[in-house]
């Protein structure tokens, strides 16, 4: 089991940046995902998740919702994370997270995600 997040950098107050999850290794198409950030100095935070399938139900964190937008391409084995309107209290490692539950829960704990990526940095600078 892989994941893989790229798409992270150094942006201004205001950007956007479209973060990418590349997953191999399980049946992608039949998980939820999610999205978390981890501040420094801070604990895990849920971002957004997304259903299995064609991801049709989605949830977001209060943080997140009206700027971000969590989708994913079953072909690619990907999910994304668009993020508009950055803002500094945004920087952080951004993860992606499989949840394997078989119920499509509204599931925002990150021990409730069995698998998880590296990581990729966002910094927003002002």
């Known amino acids: 089991v892989q994941l893989v997040e790229s798409g992270g950098g150094l942006v201004q107050v205001g950007d956007s940046l479209r973060l990418s999850c590349a997953a191999s290794?399980?049946?992608?198409?039949?998980?939820?995902m999610g999205w978390f950030r981890q501040a420094q100095g801070k604990e895990r935070e849920f971002v957004a998740r997304l259903s299995r399938g064609g991801g049709h139900i989605t949830y977001y964190s209060d943080t997140a919702r009206g700027r971000f937008t969590i989708s994913r391409d079953n072909a690619k084995n990907t999910v994304y994370l668009q993020m508009n309107s950055l803002k500094a209290e945004d920087t952080a490692i951004y993860y992606c997270?499989?949840?394997?539950?078989?119920?499509?829960?509204?599931?925002?704990?990150?021990?409730?995600?069995?698998?998880w990526g590296q990581g990729t940095q966002v910094t927003v600078s002002s």
């Open positions: 997270a499989a949840d394997t539950h078989p119920i499509d829960l509204r599931r925002t704990q990150p021990t409730e995600y069995e698998y």
């Open positions: 290794g399980f049946p992608f198409s039949n998980y939820a």
